[in-house]
């Protein structure tokens, strides 16, 4: 397969969310009014598992658009969504058994009204585009069947992220929970986001200066947020393993065994690639040949190579982080937990974890259980992980070995930081936003160009124009259509 990556948006897009004030809460209590209450299911399909979402809120008053949020269920179930697309029947099953585990915590006279929404990451972005579309076609065609899914259901719910769009959410989020938006704040004030899944890893944050590429802008309440935000396939914390032994193979087709210096020594495992073939790999226990495979991959290009300046991964442009505070959520937090770096501020203290790592992976198999008690399943990961996220945080993110600017943590205030929940408030400010007229229009400040978008029905476009004059004429255009505001991917 080629990667989904290909044929994904690569422009700059214009994130509507939100036309007034928010109410801040974590997703830990009950509303007020459950009688009066809503819900909305989301399907969080990653590359190894999916995490079913059920959230529930109460439509707020006043001036607020976005309700207060509870999340009432947060279940994994195992295996991606990717290893059913030839298998319909297995396909069946397993979304119908998440399905009905969502019915359990919504009342059986609102799941009719019950929004659902399934979004795929990293697992389903290597698809091509005609794979991605026949597969789609057969989410669609499960949830559709109301014998198997009582929810609302809608086509246009059913999609693939890119991780962009996974970094706005989850920077969304975050900014949501620590209570950012509960009124006017300084950007300085806004947390940064580092998350790593299975496939990808994604950095998202308002940066100190002007931005030359890879700008996402999210108008919140009214406001206008100039969001650097990066995705990484293949970087994520079961990539990079797969990356790892693609190296040691050297190319070759015929080789069906290698010795990997990522790995303690005495433990083996049996790896399938993503080509089909299955590698035995041994490990050797060797943290400086593991780095200098790491550093290969997330050295930054410099020179002409290199534009615009500076690079993070390669020729891939990223502002500085300067003195910018940064929430790193899933895959981050486990392998400085389980190496015991982290404390009760739960700061990333980058230089401790990587002497961790490099004391652990100069530990055989044995040492590491009897010493640690660690699970000998995963302690491997740990002495791949604890080098692989130094690494790409200072070679490539350019955060100083001594920075106290990383905090560790899944939770804000007792919600958790989660791309499922920016996306579902994104979605609630387009579900229950005023029926009348909710419309946003951008009219690029500085630049000749003028940028709008408008959704009807499952129809959006996007308008461009060195006129200023259209401006005007488009603000009527909307004030004649009356349309909700919404939620859409716009090239500025």
Known sequence: MTELATWLPTYLPIIYFLTSSITAAPATSSPSNVAQANYGVLLDAGSTSTKLKVYRWNQTTGDSLVPRIDLLANERFDNGLGSFEEDEIGLVSYISSIVSRAKQDVPDHKQKSTPIYLMATAGL????????????????????????????????SITILSGEEEGVYSWIAANYLNGFFDKYRPENETVGILEMGGGSTQ??????????????????????????????????????????????????????????????REDSRNTTLDDGRLILEKGTGDPEACLQILRKFLHPNTGQDCSPKPCAIGSVYQPSVDNLKFV???????????????????????????????????????????????????????????????????????????????QLTSKINGGTVDWALGAMLVELSNSFGSPKFNYSIQCTKGMPAVTTGYNKGNHSTSLHSNHLQICVLLLSLAIVLRNCIYFDISKV
């Open 328 to 406: 790193a959520t899933q895959a981050f937090t486990y392998t400085p937990e389980n190496l015991k770096v982290v404390d009760d501020d739960k700061i990333l203290h980058i230089d401790k974890l990587e002497e961790a790592a490099i004391y652990h992976c100069n530990r055989t198999l044995e040492q590491a259980v009897n010493e640690s008690g660690m699970d000998p399943q995963y302690v491997s990961s740990d002495c791949l992980m604890g080098l692989y996220i130094p690494t790409l945080v200072t070679l490539s993110y350019g955060f100083n070995s001594n920075s106290t600017n990383i």
């Open 125 to 156: 972005r290597y698809l091509t585009e005609k794979e991605a579309e026949v597969f789609l076609e057969k989410i669609q065609a499960v949830l559709a069947n109301t014998t198997i899914n009582p929810f609302l259901y809608k086509s246009s």
């Open 203 to 264: 950095i998202a944050f308002i940066p100190h200066g002007p931005l030359f590429s890879e700008e996402y802008q999210a108008i919140v309440a009214g406001r206008a947020y100039q969001l650097y935000v990066q995705s990484y396939l293949q970087f994520g914390a079961n990539a990079i393993s797969q990356k790892v032994v693609y190296a040691l193979l050297h190319g070759s087709l015929n080789q069906s065994e290698v010795e990997n210096p990522c790995m303690l």
